[in-house]
Structures are given as C-alpha cells and as structure tokens.
C-alpha cells in the first residue's frame, strides 16, 4: 500500500500540473517572418495590429517574442534584454502588450546557448523562471540549441518545468525539441505541447512530410499536452491559396498550436480570410479536445480523411487531396464514427450548408487541397441509427 501512494505521488510531483493548453494554444510569434530582425516598436506596432485587425478576436490571445531579444546576464546571473533592440526593458513591454487584453510569451533554450547565439537558460533555470514571473510572462518557448552531451534531455526540460512550477505563476511552457527523443510519447509529462519536426519552412514537400508525420500522431495529443508540428507559413510566403487553406485547417483540426508570424499590417487578402475563419477555428478550440484522426486504412493514397468529434455531438470531416490534380473523394458516414443514417453537411471555407446527406458525400476536391465540413445531425428527419439498418 505504501510502495502504491509513493508511486503515486511519484507520479504527481512528475506531471506538469499548470492548468494551461486546455485547449491549443493561439499566437503571434516574431521567428518565421522577422527572426532577429526584432525590437521592441515593432513588438508593440504588432501588439496593436493584433488588436485592431480582429485576430485577438477572432482567438489569436499570445504575442510571443522569439530568439534575439537577450543580450547577456549581469554579476549575479539574471539575463538581461538586448540594450539596442529592447532598451525600455521586458518588464515595460510586457505591460504594454497585457494593456492590449494580449498574453505575453518569452523564448529562451535549454542548452548554453540559444540557437541564435545568446545566453541559453540551462543552469539560471532558477533566476530566468523568476525574471519571466516578475515580468508577468505568460508562455515560455524553450529551444534545443547548444545542449549535445551536457545533460540528458528529460532533465534538461524537466529543471525548467519544475523553476517555472516554483514560481507559483501559470505559465505555458511550449517544449521545442524539435521531435528528436519522440516526445509524443512521454512530453505530456513535462510541457504544454512539444515539436515533432525540425523547424518549418514555405517549401511545400517539407509542409507536406510534416502533415504525414502529424497525422500519424495526432491521436497522441490531449488537453494540456499537445502535438507542435511548428508555427504557421500562411501569409509569410508564396504558397498557393489551396496550400495555405491546407495547411491552416490540418493544423486546426489536429489541435496544433495556431501560431501565426505574418506582417499583421501587410497580408495579402486571402491569408487574412484564412487565418480568421472562425469556422476552421472553432474545430481547433472546441472543448471536447479530441484531435481530428487519420482515417486508416487508406483506400486511396491521394487521399487523407481526417475526423474528429466536437463537444456539442457535431462532427468535423476533413479531405486532403496530395495529388497535384483535382479527385473526387469523400466519406462513408459508418467509417468515421458517424451514428445516423442523415447529416446536415456545412463546407467551413465556403462557409454554406450543402444539405443534407444520406450515409455518405463525395465532392471534388483541388489539388493540394482541402474540403472541410461540419456534420449536424438533421432536426426534423429521424436519424436512424445506420447499424440498425444493416
Ligand atoms: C530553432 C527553433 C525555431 C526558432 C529558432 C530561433 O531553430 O526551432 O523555431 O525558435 O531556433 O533561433
């Protein structure tokens, strides 16, 4: 019995019990458009644009500074912010982007150094978890530069979960090790959500091996731990409209983190629409926290389905063409988890009911793209229970 409650509390004092990333987190991150080209007025010119563009309200709640804003630590160890970019100080700029109604999120790496050179946090885990408390951070990107046979991973990121548990603030802790050790199998433990890959970046093959990673694993992911397959490319480079709505709504049904980069105040039009679409939004923030899953086995290798529950008994179907050529392809009701004969189909780019359906839809979909709906069942039609029926 003893040997029991020990393990169990074993089991405790190992989790990582801050409360956060119920749901995805949604954000603005500096790297994929600025990466050390920061300071702080463009920090806050982005702060505002956040907020005076609607992303705030459409969900996007963290403006998070990447690498490149520290410079170095004083006599008695505390990092201090880069004297040229950042002269007004963390703690200033912090308040500034919380008087928006924003969260505020800082990076640091665990390792010596970050990967862009400046002082990483392993060993000042201590004095840089109270700096980000004292500055009121909200989230903490924590990178895996300059780490190779110091400590072993696990405790490198455990001594910054445990001095940011210390601190008695709930702060995100967003794990970027890059998937090497396979943290989908063992990071729930340690942080609020964990890269799978090596770094993102607009080059469509390496977006499409990260969706087939992701989708092997998505089912992995659950409130409070989940899978990071990097930030968002859309409006940042020349992907088509097709890849963009791609990429965006695989993220979305996946419960990645939404973390855009994008010059908020010089986006072209259909990024925009993309990254507001309250509609492919609400699969990524809907309570019930199940991630969208791989329809297996394939029956055609063009095509990816992706399903998953939502909390009000609606379900999201998504079809992903690979192909380079439009297909047409769809789904058996039966086959994703769908209990009734009938469903209100609803296609959430297009945002239009396409009515109803009996057991199955097929549509054409683009190439490289998606189709994503929304399954209702119908009010006045009696849905039979489609097992009876067989
Ligand atoms: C690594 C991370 C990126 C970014 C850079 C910053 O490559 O994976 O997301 O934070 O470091 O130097």
Redesign the pocket.
């Given at each position: 019995m003893r040997f029991i409650l020990t393990l169990a509390l074993m089991l405790m004092v190992q989790s990582l019990d801050n409360g956060l990333g119920l749901v995805p987190p949604m954000a603005w991150n500096s790297?994929n458009k600025f990466?050390c080209k920061i300071n702080e007025s463009l920090i806050r010119e982005t702060a505002d644009a956040i907020v005076e563009k609607g992303f705030l309200q459409a969900g996007y709640s963290y403006l998070n500074i990447?690498?490149?804003w520290a410079s170095k630590r004083n006599s008695s160890g505390f990092i201090q912010p880069d004297p040229k970019t950042f002269p007004s100080g963390i703690g200033q700029l912090s308040n500034y982007i919380h008087s928006k109604g924003l969260k505020f999120g800082i990076?640091s790496d665990a390792g010596l150094k970050?990967?862009?050179g400046r002082p990483g946090s392993l060993f000042h885990e201590k004095e840089d978890a109270q700096s980000y408390a004292e500055w009121k951070v909200d989230y903490l990107?924590y990178?895996?530069?300059f780490s190779d046979e110091v400590i072993m991973t696990k405790t490198r990121y455990q001594r910054m979960r445990d001095a940011l548990n210390a601190t008695g603030r709930p702060i995100y802790f967003s794990m970027?090790e890059?998937g090497i050790r396979e943290p989908w199998k063992w990071a729930n433990a340690y942080a609020n959500s964990w890269?799978i890959l090596?770094?993102i970046k607009v080059d469509w093959s390496w977006i499409e091996t990260i969706i087939e990673q992701l989708l092997r694993i998505s089912h992995l992911g659950r409130p409070g731990g989940w899978n990071d397959p990097?930030?968002l490319e859309v409006g940042i480079g020349n992907l088509s409209e097709e890849e963009e709505k791609t990429h965006f709504a695989i993220w979305a049904i996946t419960k990645s983190p939404l973390i855009i980069g994008c010059d908020i105040n010089n986006l072209r039009e259909s990024s925009r629409k993309i990254l507001l679409n309250r509609e492919i939004i609400a699969l990524n923030q809907d309570r019930l926290g199940v991630p969208g899953k791989l329809l297996l086995p394939y029956e055609n290798d063009k095509l990816r389905v992706v399903y998953m529950p939502l909390d009000n008994t609606d379900l999201a179907v998504l079809l992903y063409n690979r192909s380079n050529k439009p297909i047409v392809g769809g789904f058996i009701y039966r086959k994703v988890g769908w209990p009734f004969r009938a469903a209100e189909i609803r296609d959430l780019y297009l945002q239009q009911e396409i009515g109803p359906y009996d057991y199955e839809y097929y549509t054409v979909i683009p190439a490289r793209g998606v189709k994503v709906f929304r399954l209702r069942k119908p009010a006045s039609t009696p849905s039979l229970p489609i097992q009876a029926e067989q």
């Open positions: 790297w990466a990447d690498d490149c990076y970050t990967c862009a990107k990178d895996n530069c970027c890059w890269r090596p770094d990097d930030m």
